[in-house]
């Protein structure tokens, strides 16, 4: 009942940035964890690697993240170029800021226990 709604009003608010969730996340991961296999990415995300080797592919066309070289040949690295970082200052003021909204009236303390409950959820259910 809180992830479509919640995920409905994130789209709106990306789109502002021409973005999507799925993009969104692989942008958030590559600024903050660096460099990154597709395995990597998929498993972050939860999906399969085709998956993601389509929304890289979008996000390469449109010149926010680029291939660097792996230690594997076979391995496919992708990092953000600099039109990327600079998109992720933009949407993280935007992300930040509908966080804010939804989070209103919402003590810290009662954020961070809904956030250790939903990550046991999250472990339970991975079990």
Do not use: C
Not at 29 to 45: A, I, R
Not at 67 to 89: A, I
């Amino acid at each position: 009942m809180l992830y479509r709604p919640f995920e409905k009003r994130l789209n709106v608010e990306l789109n502002k940035h021409d973005l999507h969730r799925a993009q969104w996340t692989i942008i958030y991961y590559l600024e903050n964890f660096g460099s990154s296999t597709l395995v990597e990415l998929s498993n972050y995300q939860g999906v399969e690697k085709p998956t993601i080797t389509r929304t890289i592919n979008q996000l390469e066309e449109l010149g926010y993240v680029e291939q660097v070289p792996g230690k594997d040949r076979r391995e496919k690295r992708m990092q953000l170029t600099e039109s990327g970082r600079q998109l992720y200052q933009a949407v993280r003021m935007t992300v930040d800021q509908y966080e804010e909204e939804i989070l209103q009236g919402i003590s810290e303390e009662d954020q961070l226990t809904a956030i250790t409950v939903m990550d046991e959820i999250r472990k339970n259910i991975k079990l």
